[in-house]
Protein backbone atom coordinates (compact mmCIF):
# COMPACT_ATOMS: atom_id res chain seq x y z
CA UNK A 1 0.00 0.00 0.00
CA UNK A 2 1.05 3.21 -0.85
CA UNK A 3 1.14 6.33 1.47
CA UNK A 4 0.74 10.03 0.50
CA UNK A 5 1.48 13.02 2.53
CA UNK A 6 -1.60 14.77 3.74
CA UNK A 7 -0.09 17.94 3.20
CA UNK A 8 2.26 17.29 0.02
CA UNK A 9 0.98 14.34 -1.92
CA UNK A 10 3.95 12.62 -2.18
CA UNK A 11 4.52 9.13 -1.53
CA UNK A 12 6.07 8.52 1.68
CA UNK A 13 7.16 5.50 3.69
CA UNK A 14 4.04 4.12 6.45
CA UNK A 15 5.85 5.02 9.17
CA UNK A 16 6.85 8.75 8.03
CA UNK A 17 3.20 8.84 7.22
CA UNK A 18 2.04 7.35 10.76
CA UNK A 19 4.37 10.05 12.26
CA UNK A 20 2.59 12.84 10.17
CA UNK A 21 -1.20 11.57 11.07
CA UNK A 22 -0.15 10.82 14.74
CA UNK A 23 1.33 14.19 15.26
CA UNK A 24 -2.18 15.69 13.85
CA UNK A 25 -4.17 13.53 16.48
CA UNK A 26 -2.12 14.44 19.00
CA UNK A 27 -2.44 18.67 18.25
CA UNK A 28 -6.10 17.20 18.29
CA UNK A 29 -6.47 15.51 21.57
CA UNK A 30 -4.38 18.61 23.09
CA UNK A 31 -6.55 21.71 21.21
CA UNK A 32 -9.73 19.28 22.38
CA UNK A 33 -7.93 19.44 25.84
CA UNK A 34 -7.31 23.01 25.39
CA UNK A 35 -10.75 24.19 24.67
CA UNK A 36 -12.22 21.92 27.50
CA UNK A 37 -9.91 23.99 30.09
CA UNK A 38 -10.85 26.86 28.27
CA UNK A 39 -14.64 25.89 29.16
CA UNK A 40 -13.88 25.75 32.95
CA UNK A 41 -11.73 28.96 33.03
CA UNK A 42 -15.03 30.38 31.84
CA UNK A 43 -16.91 28.46 34.06
CA UNK A 44 -14.73 29.79 37.30
CA UNK A 45 -14.77 33.06 35.86
CA UNK A 46 -18.37 33.21 35.76
CA UNK A 47 -18.83 31.34 39.36
CA UNK A 48 -16.40 34.53 40.78
CA UNK A 49 -17.78 37.17 39.51
CA UNK A 50 -21.02 36.08 41.12
CA UNK A 51 -19.52 35.41 43.91
CA UNK A 52 -18.09 38.98 44.00
CA UNK A 53 -21.26 40.38 43.01
CA UNK A 54 -22.85 38.27 45.82
CA UNK A 55 -19.79 39.47 48.27
CA UNK A 56 -20.62 43.31 47.18
CA UNK A 57 -24.50 43.16 47.89
CA UNK A 58 -23.96 42.18 50.89
CA UNK A 59 -20.84 44.33 52.27
CA UNK A 60 -22.81 47.30 50.70
CA UNK A 61 -25.48 46.09 53.34
CA UNK A 62 -23.31 45.32 55.96
CA UNK A 63 -22.07 48.95 55.78
CA UNK A 64 -25.72 50.43 55.22
CA UNK A 65 -26.51 48.89 58.71
CA UNK A 66 -23.61 50.37 59.70
CA UNK A 67 -23.93 53.35 59.04
CA UNK A 68 -27.49 53.48 60.06
CA UNK A 69 -26.38 52.64 63.36
CA UNK A 70 -23.85 55.04 63.89
CA UNK A 71 -26.55 57.96 62.78
CA UNK A 72 -29.31 56.38 64.82
CA UNK A 73 -26.59 56.92 67.64
CA UNK A 74 -25.96 60.15 67.39
CA UNK A 75 -29.46 61.22 66.39
CA UNK A 76 -29.99 59.69 69.98
CA UNK A 77 -26.82 61.67 71.41
CA UNK A 78 -27.95 64.92 70.17
CA UNK A 79 -31.71 64.43 70.86
CA UNK A 80 -30.57 64.05 74.55
CA UNK A 81 -28.35 67.20 74.84
CA UNK A 82 -31.33 69.10 72.84
CA UNK A 83 -33.48 67.78 75.47
CA UNK A 84 -31.96 68.89 77.99
CA UNK A 85 -31.25 72.38 76.71
CA UNK A 86 -34.83 72.61 76.31
CA UNK A 87 -35.33 71.62 79.75
CA UNK A 88 -33.12 74.36 80.94
CA UNK A 89 -34.48 77.05 78.84
CA UNK A 90 -38.23 75.70 80.40
CA UNK A 91 -36.40 76.37 84.03
CA UNK A 92 -34.91 79.63 83.51
CA UNK A 93 -38.46 80.91 81.71
CA UNK A 94 -39.86 79.90 84.63
CA UNK A 95 -37.38 81.46 87.24
CA UNK A 96 -38.58 85.25 85.11
Known amino acids: ?18 KI ?7 RAAEKRLKEQEKELIQQRK ?3 KQF ?11 KNIIEQKLSAETKKYDTKLQ ?8 LKKKF
Not at 1 to 18: A, D, I, N, Y
Not at 21 to 27: A, F, P
Request: aromatic share 6%.
Open 53 to 63: EIEKKRLKSEQ
Open 21 to 27: TGIWRER
Open 84 to 91: KLENERNK
Open 47 to 49: DSQ
Open 1 to 18: MEFKCPLCKQSVSQELFE
